[in-house]
């Protein structure tokens, strides 16, 4: 097989891997009306079925990235999506919230494999300049995935039982499990160091959480991705209450805006090639910034114009942030992109149940300011970003 041949099969397997591990993230997103309605829980507990998803995958990613050094990227990858599928398709059964909360987390954990070591794979076999499309093509992976977990889960736990939501987009997984294994290229050896030690490891982690130019990437996945996944969250409930009142499954159909965030992403990455990264960074954030007006407009077609507005503003800055995680590491750059994955993680879990707190207590009106407030304080860092790389500095006195 060519060169170009097997460079096309990894990215197509890699975005294969993306859709599984979003489909099985993002689902139950889909569902928290019917779940809280269900087993008559505020919306803030429901939204827990999100969380301790993105929680496992958080608490997880740094393992993970500790054992691709080991044992190789590609096989952390095989092994993730093999025990994802077990756990995915097991967790509709669980009989009591506790339990379902617990498989998501452990399906979370599983996830994480593939969120530590991907980018890291791209940046380690592509030449440089082929990495961000490529990387933008992973991606919208993730963003397809996303999407199909929602739209499929939210009508069917309408129409039938949030259950059969889950059960459906988990057996999606497994086949998309099954096209990685036939798509990933043999023979990578994506040069892992097979005998790095864990303190090396935590070495590396301390170095990147001391550069501002690795920090400061680390700070935009927490803020735009906790600001966008509030939104998504809550904004379920908001379509079915007043002054809105859709049914669910047609509410469900706003996730298709997803699409507008892929395309935004493919354009990102080109961008990036062309002009400084951090400026596109900067735009993406603003973007999410100033949706906040359309997003409390009363009128659907204003409200969804807003919601566009945030997902183009996201899916132009969160796959740059996730390119430059490895990018711009000077070392241990599986720990980079893992602590990338950690903190947008983080991120989503921590805004988006803080948000349902926001959202019982001052309704929508609270989760957009919260949203809002994250993505300002991440244009801010994206700018002084953009400055340091203008300047080269980086925060200890070396060129960016």
């Not at 889960?153 to 036939?182: D, K, M, N, Q």
């Not at 062309?274 to 407009?297: F, H, N, Y």
């Not at 991120?347 to 309704?363: E, I, K, Q, S, T």
């Amino acid at each position: 097989m060519s060169a170009d041949g097997r460079e096309r099969r990894l990215v197509v397997a890699l975005f294969v891997s993306g859709f599984a591990t979003f489909a099985q993230v993002f689902d139950a997103q889909a569902i928290l009306p019917s779940l809280s309605r269900d087993l008559g829980i505020p919306s803030a507990t429901a939204a827990l079925a999100v969380s301790a998803t993105t929680l496992g995958i958080a608490a997880s990613v740094l393992a993970w990235a500790w054992l691709s050094d080991r044992i190789g990227r590609t096989a952390v990858m095989r092994i993730s999506l093999v025990a994802t599928t077990v756990l995915a398709l097991l967790a509709p059964a669980a009989p009591t919230l506790e339990v379902l909360i617990g498989m998501r987390a452990l399906t979370g954990v599983a996830l994480g494999g593939i969120q530590a070591v991907a980018m890291a794979l791209l940046v380690e076999v592509l030449p440089r300049h082929r990495v961000p499309p490529a990387a933008a093509m992973y991606i919208m992976g993730n963003t397809v995935g996303g999407v199909t977990g929602r739209v499929i889960a939210g009508p069917a736990s309408e129409l039938l039982h949030w259950r059969v939501g889950l059960l459906v987009v988990a057996a999606i997984g497994a086949v998309a499990c099954l096209l990685f294994f036939v798509l990933l290229p043999r023979g990578l050896e994506d040069r892992a160091v097979r005998t790095a030690p864990f303190r090396i490891a935590l070495a590396h982690v301390g170095h990147h959480l001391r550069r501002w130019t690795t920090l400061s990437v680390y700070l935009q996945g927490f803020l735009i991705m906790g600001s966008f996944t509030a939104i998504y969250n809550y904004l379920g409930f908001h379509l079915t209450r007043e002054p809105f009142s859709l049914p669910v499954a047609l509410a469900s159909l706003f996730f298709l805006v997803y699409f507008v965030g892929a395309a935004s992403a493919r354009i990102a990455g080109g961008l990036a090639v062309r002009i400084p990264p951090w400026s596109v960074v900067t735009c993406g954030g603003l973007l999410v910034g100033v949706a906040a007006l359309p997003m409390l407009a009363g009128q659907l077609w204003v409200l969804f114009a807003g919601v566009t507005l945030l997902t183009i503003g996201t899916f132009m800055s969160h796959p740059l942030s996730s390119t430059l995680s490895g990018m711009d590491a000077d070392r241990g750059r599986a720990q980079s992109t893992a602590l990338y994955q950690l903190s947008w993680l983080t991120g989503a879990a921590l805004w988006g149940w803080f948000g349902g707190v926001l959202y019982d207590r001052f309704d929508w009106t609270g989760v957009v300011a919260m949203s809002t407030a994250l993505a300002l304080i991440a244009v801010a860092i994206a700018a002084s970003r953009a400055w340091a790389t203008r300047t080269g500095w980086t925060g200890e006195g070396r060129a960016a």
